[in-house]
């Protein structure tokens, strides 16, 4: 039987009916109060069941129930999938709790968490910005005045963790293993020199470009993977 023991929570705005034992016990984002859809946007579990306008529970660090999206083994790492559902942890997911025993897909199970501040299995340096633009995950930011989407490699300081709203501090990654989201113009190939373009995207750096990173695994157009990022200072390629 799931249980839940000592945790922290607090209270946000819900933006759509939870009010069903259906939606209890998944997966939030406090940036929209909708029910999260990976582990980059998640920021606590749902504890009680709002309407849309009402305020909910959001637990998220201790020992929690959640609602497990496949079945999984006692000490498995968690993330969130579509929907709220917690599944097991792939490479790169951020880490956002352990199973504390053993649950089948679709039930309530018991969770040691550490929302949002999860580990990621990819070692990244984390750090939190307020856009002034939303951004899309994998998608590179400038931390100029402005604090939008950087259009070229120079520009490129940060990627966004997760899908990041305009106005709300978010997190991102400046440096480390990153997922980043390849241009819906082009594909990228492991090993490929990476660099910016237009409104954040990735693309495969070449002469005359500013090197951010290196794919370390091939992205198809519109997709996302794993690539290191070094941002900007990475250097200027000449050939």
Partial sequence: MATQNVHFSTTIQAKEDLNTSAFQYHAIALVDGLLAN?????????????KSGEFLSLGYIGELKFAAGLAISKGAKLTVTTSG???????NDPILG?????VTS????????NIPTGTDKGNAWIEQFTPKAAV????????DPDMVQANNGEEADAVAIGAAASGYASNFGVAGILTVKCDPAVVCSLGDALTVTT??????ATSGYYQVGRAL????SAATGKALFLGGTFGYITL
């Fill in 106 to 113: 679709g039930s309530l199970g018991t969770g040691l968490f």
């Fill in 85 to 91: 559902w917690f599944t097991t942890a792939d490479s």
């Fill in 98 to 102: 352990e199973a504390k025993a053993t």
């Fill in 38 to 50: 990976n582990g980059e946007e998640t920021s606590g579990i749902l504890l009680n069941k709002p």
């Fill in 199 to 204: 409104s954040g995207y990735f693309i495969v």
């Fill in 136 to 143: 899309l995950a994998g998608t590179a930011i400038c931390l």
């Fill in 217 to 220: 695994e091939n992205i198809g």
